[in-house]
């Protein structure tokens, strides 16, 4: 009976992880924008919702083994990161309108290389980890409440919690391919770099003090 109520608890404690974590993962940011766009021209979505889950994973691991409490006595660390984070968020807006406003020819982007994987690389980072928000969930939020379930607890929190950012991100990532048929269109092309410029500078206005 002990041992089915302890698998019982385990159950919960990682549901609650999962359901917290993606609550705070599945909003709409500039790292989700990013996935999707591209995801839907099909360059490098392995490797970028790969990086993606994998920061998130770890992430939440330090903010569970106790970075969190480290975090909120380093103000100067988050008002770093937030003015580096709101210069980035502000120009990758201003290519995403610029973008929107050409329009013509977009489409075809898709059609020819792209960007280099090691831009890849460099813009996921950026769009990860300057962004103090992201801080602020996963090792603050993440690792305040699962930290609170104690050992074993925080640790099936905490798997919860990841399992969530990679079910999320590999799904935005491939399941954007559905929607291909919507963007051989033009105008889509450019509605959604719109709304990915209005999501950057958003954010990036959020960021500043």
Not at 35 to 43: E, I
Not at 118 to 139: I, Q
Not at 149 to 170: E, I, L, R, T
Request: charged share 10%.
């Amino acid at each position: 009976m002990a041992q089915a109520f302890a698998s019982y608890q385990a159950l919960a404690t990682y549901a609650s992880g999962f359901g917290l974590g993606a609550s705070l993962i599945v909003a709409i940011g500039a790292q989700n924008a990013y996935v999707l766009k591209q995801g839907l021209m099909r360059r490098h979505v392995l490797l970028i919702v790969s990086i993606c889950a994998a920061i998130d994973m770890t992430l939440i691991a330090l903010g569970v083994g106790g970075m969190g409490v480290l975090i909120q006595h380093s103000p100067l660390l988050l008002t770093i990161v937030r003015w580096f984070g709101a210069v980035f968020l502000f120009l990758y807006g201003l290519r995403a309108f610029v973008a929107a406003w050409r329009g013509a020819g977009h489409l075809d982007a898709s059609a020819v290389e792209g960007a280099s994987v090691r831009t890849t690389v460099l813009t996921v980072l950026a769009l990860s980890l300057l962004n103090p928000h992201v801080y602020l969930d996963t090792v603050v939020l993440l690792g305040a409440i699962g930290a609170r379930n104690g050992w074993p607890g925080d640790v099936y929190f905490a798997f919860g919690a990841m399992s969530a950012s990679v079910v999320w991100f590999f799904t935005l990532g491939f399941g954007a391919q559905l929607l291909r048929p919507v963007f051989e269109r033009d105008i889509s092309w450019r509605i959604l770099d719109g709304v990915i410029g209005i999501v950057m500078w958003s954010i990036a206005a959020s960021l500043l003090p």
